[in-house]
């Protein structure tokens, strides 16, 4: 392995892998692109590795179908079979490569004109893999990639009791893309079959629920369907599952809803508990007295993060706030209750101010800047840059729904309120 040519280095690594896909057009520029970020699959490390897969899958099944050759089965085609040649060559001294690939397949793939060759190749690995792990993610992959058919979700009910939680994982996420109520069996009837599973054997329920959740329309009430779970099931869910479990959905499902909250500490479920009622970066009516017991909780990374949320979003101090490095005043401005926190630890520590207008008013948008520059004054913050979520490379704010963000060269400012009418009822300023 001493002999092999060393990849380009790190940081070279870190500007390939934020090149914009989307604007890439014509074979030469994608044959330049692949070039250029095939080395990096040979990386010494792992990570970089890892990354550089992930954005050859993103641009092989992805981006390059959708602009460059949109009706050119042949050439797709042929873009995966030098992408298995690169991850088999690999793979000889890397044999992480086909994990990571497989990993990323989980998003990938599943479309025309890729599943029927990428499950003849995957067919092929299956025969000859020895390692069980690799075994049981390429059988998954094979579900995952598979087509729909009556016969096909018989045989993924089957395999909801498959000795591989991973297996079982995929199977039960096939299922919930499949089924509706016109299917044999009907999605409510699979409701009932794999929730009576995941109770005797978790890991089922949560990717179940991934594959169906943007179809599903009536009975039974999701988050009422995994709180039962929650409450009935034997063991915890298993971990390192290809996707989510019923403890992040739920927690995504039950943000604004303090009895379920309550539900899932009466459980023993306080992790999951803290991650609701966390989630909404908002205050919840009737959130508060539950987050000011999570910040009386003995645990000091339990207590922190309720402290400091009651400080962002509810302009609450909590009685232990100074340990954690929040604070409040009411004398910094006439128009402003101003809070400030540290978040995370040095060297790393950022300060996060938070200002609420006072009597519940709004702040107008010169009073809203007038305050931002006395925590960080033009000259301090730097240039306008543009947004990472914004589409295009204009240094502009972005809008998200009730939110203007800013990114400045060095801080973050969020202007929340009425953004139309440009009144603010809450200014964030990251430094």
């Known amino acids: 392995m001493t002999d092999r040519v060393p990849v380009p280095d790190t940081i070279a690594f870190a500007g390939l892998r934020e090149e914009p896909l989307h604007l890439k057009v014509g074979v030469t520029a994608w044959d330049d692109y ?3 970020m095939a080395p990096f699959v040979d990386s010494a490390d792992a990570s970089i590795r890892d990354s550089a897969i992930e954005r050859i899958c993103m641009a092989v099944f992805r981006a390059e179908p959708m602009n460059a050759r949109r009706s050119n089965d042949e050439y797709s085609i042929a873009r995966l079979g030098w992408l298995r040649n690169v991850l088999e060559n690999t793979s000889t001294h890397y044999p992480d490569v086909r994990h ?3 990993g990323h397949m989980v998003f990938h793939g599943d479309a025309e004109p890729f599943a029927a060759p990428l499950c003849a ?5 299956l025969a000859t893999a020895a390692d069980p792990r690799l075994r049981d993610v390429i059988r998954g992959a094979l579900i995952l990639h598979g087509s729909h058919s009556v016969a096909a979700a018989q045989a993924w009910i089957a395999m909801l009791d498959d000795g591989s939680d991973y297996v079982r994982a995929c199977a039960a996420k096939r299922l919930g893309d499949w089924c509706d109520e016109t299917t044999t069996p009907t999605a409510t009837s699979l409701f009932d079959l794999v929730g009576a599973k995941d109770i005797q054997r978790p890991g089922v329920a949560g990717p179940f629920w991934s594959g169906h959740q943007y179809k599903h329309c009536g009975k039974p009430d999701p988050a009422e369907w995994m709180l039962d779970i929650l409450a009935k099931r034997l063991n915890s869910e298993p971990a390192n599952l290809p996707f989510n479990g019923i403890d992040f959905h739920l927690h995504e499902l039950c943000d604004s809803s303090p009895e379920s909250v309550e539900l899932m500490l009466r459980l023993s479920h306080k992790e999951l508990a803290l991650e609701t009622a966390l989630q909404q970066l908002a205050a919840v009516s009737g959130m508060r007295p539950t987050l000011v017991r999570f910040g009386d909780d003995p645990d000091p990374n339990v207590a922190v993060r309720a402290i400091q949320h009651l400080a962002m979003y509810y302009c609450v101090l909590h009685a232990r ?11 910094w401005d006439t128009r402003a209750i101003a809070f400030k926190l540290q978040v995370e630890e040095d060297p790393h520590a950022r300060r996060v101010n938070v200002l609420y207008p006072r009597e519940g008013s709004s702040f107008t948008d010169d009073d809203a800047w007038s305050l931002i520059n006395r925590v960080v004054d033009p000259t301090r913050r730097g240039p306008l840059l543009p947004h990472e979520l914004a589409s295009d490379d204009a240094p502009a704010p972005y809008r998200l729904g009730s939110q203007l963000l800013f990114r400045f060269d060095r801080a973050g400012i969020e202007l929340q309120g009425d953004v139309d009418a440009k009144l603010w009822t809450r200014l964030e300023i990251h430094t």
């Open 100 to 102: 990571a690939f497989l």
């Open 121 to 125: 190749w995957l067919g092929e690995w």
């Open 34 to 36: 692949y070039a250029r």
């Open 321 to 331: 706030a100074a340990e954690f490095h929040v604070t409040r005043s009411l004398n």
